[in-house]
């Protein structure tokens, strides 16, 4: 028997790890993910053919980011996802705010520009298509805070607290929708605050911290919501399968606590990126004035000190 027409097994077992991570692909997300790393690989590669470098820990984190998307979205994570609100949760959680972290760490888009070719004159390749994307008027809108923020925030009680959520549950291709906005709503809120790839909107590392946290204790009260509640507030979980053996308050509370506990680790993972950057740009700043001081034999020194005896021969 099906489940809301997605084609999950209403007989499914009672959950435990080992049978969540059996092979049971969405062919959408498998296509993708393997769609990802194909064209990520073939941008390193062609990038090593004419002897650029490229950071592995970059191929390493986009690699992770995809496999977190295969893990919740190929296996049967997915199948219990249609059926059992707490493991649904832990998609949601994983795919909106792990796998966008890590892919962003990959730099995608600062590999696309460095290893599509430049398009002849006159024309526009792939390469000046990205451009004008990452330039246009509709890129600083969606990445600029006054919209970020909001999406983020709205994907949660937007959601799950209006019809919307059980009708996207309906079909397979409401759920696939749901899952790819998800992870989009996750990708548009953490790149400008990753500030790793190119994009109109690029705020100091301060702001960064500051955009971040503004969204992730809303995750929190999310979580706390549902653990408070007294009945089952979503429609597509109210009645689950006998064959789990779960009730189904139970395991929204769950759902409620994964969903809390989510907004903390993004918001590490996202802080010790940002230390990162900061001090590698305090650096390179450094080397920048230590440079500057050699050129012109430290000329800013010469004069402060010059300033100081002025002072000095005043005072006298």
């Known amino acids: 028997m099906d489940h809301s027409g997605h084609g999950t097994t209403m007989d499914l077992p009672p959950f435990t790890l080992g049978r969540a991570l059996e092979y049971s692909p969405d062919l959408f997300f498998l296509i993708g993910c393997l769609l990802a ?31 977190t998307v295969a893990l919740v979205m190929c296996t049967k994570l997915n199948d219990y996802g249609m059926v059992m609100f707490s493991v649904h949760m832990v998609q949601h959680m994983v795919i909106s705010m792990v796998s ?5 760490l990959g730099a995608p888009v600062t590999l696309a520009l460095r290893a599509l ?9 792939p390469r000046e298509l990205l451009l004008m994307v990452l330039h246009s008027r509709y890129a600083r809108i969606v990445t600029h805070p006054a919209f970020t923020i909001p999406l983020f925030i ?31 709503v996750g990708l548009i809120f953490f790149w400008p605050i990753m500030g790793i790839d190119p994009g109109p909107h690029r705020p100091g590392h301060l702001m960064r911290m500051l955009e971040l946290f503004a969204g992730m204790p809303f995750h929190a009260f999310f979580g706390i919501a549902l653990m408070m509640a007294s009945e089952p507030m ?6 689950p399968p006998g064959s789990l053996g779960i009730d189904a308050l139970t395991d929204q509370n769950a759902a409620g606590g994964i ?58």
Request: proline content about 3%; charged content about 20%.
């Open 37 to 67: 790393l194909a064209l990520y690989g073939w941008g390193v590669l062609r990038l090593r053919r004419r002897g650029d470098a490229w950071s592995a820990g970059r191929t390493v984190a986009f690699t992770a980011g995809v496999l």
């Open 100 to 104: 966008p972290i890590l892919l962003l």
């Open 117 to 125: 070719p430049v398009a002849g004159r006159g024309h526009k390749g």
């Open 154 to 184: 709205a994907s949660l009680y937007g959601l799950y607290f209006t019809p919307l959520f059980d009708f996207l549950m309906g079909s397979r291709t409401g759920h696939v929708a749901m899952m790819v906005h998800f992870l989009a």
């Open 234 to 239: 979503v429609a597509a979980y109210r009645d």
């Open 259 to 316: 969903a809390w506990a989510f907004s903390e680790i993004p918001s590490v993972l996202v802080l010790i990126a940002l230390v990162y950057q900061w001090y590698r740009s305090e650096q390179r700043q450094a080397r920048r004035s230590d440079r500057a001081a050699d050129r012109d034999g430290d000329k800013e020194l010469a004069e402060y000190n010059a300033y100081l005896a002025s002072l000095r021969a005043r005072s006298q």
